[in-house]
């Protein structure tokens, strides 16, 4: 006789998930049209119809170990087909933001930035390391014209953040070192390390989202996203680097082709934001089911890209004073965006990436 298993539901984790985007999950009943539709879930490991049983039932450990809540884009097509209005979509986002905080080290700042109320706390840290930059940091010597680096010195600036990208980096490869471990604790037994280049291949060149069928706008806005935050980053690092050693100095002329790569990602990014911003709020049932996890980030990256944009023009025509207080506000959602990536949305490139290696095993 078949051994009898006992299911304990963790309904403190049912009560998480319908609290930041699955409220719907105990609508569902099973009739698994959503794995039908779902033109990224596979034959042979169809999803999200189990996982909505297993959501029902709380099952934690297995859920946020499941490779298939990261193989999801969240394109909505699922969501739209559920005849019974469950939301398989939005269960998944709120199983990927569980993840990030079961897995993220320190996992109390995951917390943190999963709560509106905590972001007065993720603001105050770098609000508080730029003001002491310009209260207390020495100047050196002035430019004539109102430059930026007057009261944010470039010495200072730049070992900063290489220290915050490290400090970073640090907590993704733990936070991702437990996620690894989970799926091996979950059966996962082909090799990750190796298939992470090819999956990092597949999220750049957006393949995979592709074939989500009704979300061509989100794709398009994603995708433009992604390309020209990456064009930014590297970019940012050359120049970090460039000045650190002395071979470059900033601010860049306008016709340094670092500056014009530079101008040319900004504005793909900010295309590419405009589409997701406008793909969300025109959409009634997209704004509601969007949560405050969604909007920290999504928020955060547009004010860096507004600031950083404005900043600059002001700076080009002069603008002392404001031009320095939209700058502070520019280097504190930098930093805001960076230090807590591990923590917030911006998590997802990492955690999916290495999922996606995962199941290519
Ligand atoms: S989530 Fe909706 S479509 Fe999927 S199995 Fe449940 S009821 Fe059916
Ligand atoms: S949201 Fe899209 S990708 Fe995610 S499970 Fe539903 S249909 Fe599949």
Redesign the pocket.
């Known amino acids: 006789m078949a051994e009898a298993i006992t299911v304990k539901p963790d309904t403190a984790f049912i009560r998480e998930l319908q609290g930041c985007g699955g409220g719907d999950?105990k609508?569902?009943?099973?009739?698994?049209?959503?794995?039908v539709?779902c033109n990224l879930s596979p034959d042979e490991s169809p999803f999200?119809?189990k996982q909505?049983?297993l959501a029902q039932w709380g099952m934690k450990d297995q859920l946020l170990a499941d490779p298939a809540i990261w193989l999801c884009h969240n394109c909505g097509d699922?969501?739209t087909?559920?005849?019974?209005?469950?939301?398989?979509g939005d269960?998944f986002g709120a199983l990927r933001k569980a993840a990030i905080e079961r897995y993220s080290f320190p996992g109390f700042l995951a917390k943190v930035a999963g709560k509106p109320a905590g972001f007065l706390l993720l603001l105050l840290l770098p609000v508080l390391v730029f003001a002491a930059i310009v209260l207390f940091a020495p100047k050196g010597e002035l430019t004539p014209d109102p430059e930026f680096a007057n009261l944010f010195p470039q010495n200072i600036l730049e070992p900063l953040f290489f220290a915050v990208s490290g400090l970073v980096l640090i907590a993704f490869a733990i936070g991702l070192a437990r996620f690894i471990k989970a799926l091996r604790k979950a059966g996962a037994t082909g090799p990750i390390i190796p298939n992470l280049v090819p999956a990092a291949v597949e999220i750049l060149a957006h393949s995979r989202f592709k074939k989500c069928g009704a979300e061509r706008a989100r794709y398009w806005g994603h995708m433009l996203t992604l390309w020209g935050f990456v064009g930014l980053a590297f970019m940012g690092t050359v120049v970090g680097i460039g000045t650190m050693i002395g071979v470059m100095h900033t601010p860049l002329d306008l016709m340094n082709p670092w500056k014009i790569f530079a101008n040319v990602c900004a504005v793909v990014v900010f295309v590419g934001l405009v589409i997701i911003l406008f793909d969300r709020l025109a959409d009634p049932v997209k704004r509601a089911a969007s949560t405050y996890f969604d909007w920290l980030f999504l928020l955060v990256l547009v004010g860096v890209v507004f600031t950083g944009i404005l900043s600059e023009a002001m700076r080009l025509m002069g603008a002392d004073p404001a031009m320095f207080y939209v700058y502070f506000v520019h280097l504190v959602l930098i930093m805001m965006l960076f230090l807590y990536a591990p923590y917030t949305k911006f998590a997802h490139i990492a955690y999916r990436t290495v999922a996606m290696a995962a199941a290519k095993s």
Do not use: E, F, N
């Not at 609508?27 to 794995?35: D, E, F």
């Open positions: 999950l609508k569902c009943y099973q009739c698994a049209t959503c794995s539709v999200p119809r909505m049983v699922c969501s087909m559920c005849p019974r209005g469950a939301r398989p269960v």
